[in-house]
């Protein structure tokens, strides 16, 4: 199903407010802990003058910190593998591990053609004639977006 929220149906959330009212079965209580961190900074960090600027600076080191952390830890972990042995590499199974949490790097999963993706799921009527959805999605996505298509093509023929 391609019916999902547009990217700019944010540009019109002040309008349904004002002509429908807010909406019932929505919270903004999950997202109020993520102001926390802002807070802490403006209260600690601050002068109370010029907030702007010095939260959108604090902010930016903290991005600019977390980085160099996440590089000097790359590191570390490169240093330690070049250190262990052959063996001690292949026990590891190094393919196998997660990465950020959602993706799983080395996931038991088979690859399939377009057609045996049709086939397996022919009971299910979102994968009829997948490949040509497929194709139109990104005939319009890639250009839409300014991402050339392949090889310089004008346009993408997916095979079943």
Known sequence: NWNFPKAHASKHIFTDVREKGAARNFSTRPNEKQHGPIKR???????????????????????????????????DEERRKAMLSERELEEEDLDDQSFGGHIHLGAPQHSLTLSQLEEENASKPAFAQFHKKLSLFLNNFLPAYNIPLPDGKTWLMLSA
């Open 41 to 75: 900074a403006y209260r600690l960090q601050t002068n109370g003058k010029d907030i702007a600027n010095q939260i959108l600076r604090l902010d930016h080191m903290t991005l600019v910190s977390g980085l160099i952390r996440s590089r000097v830890d790359y590191l």
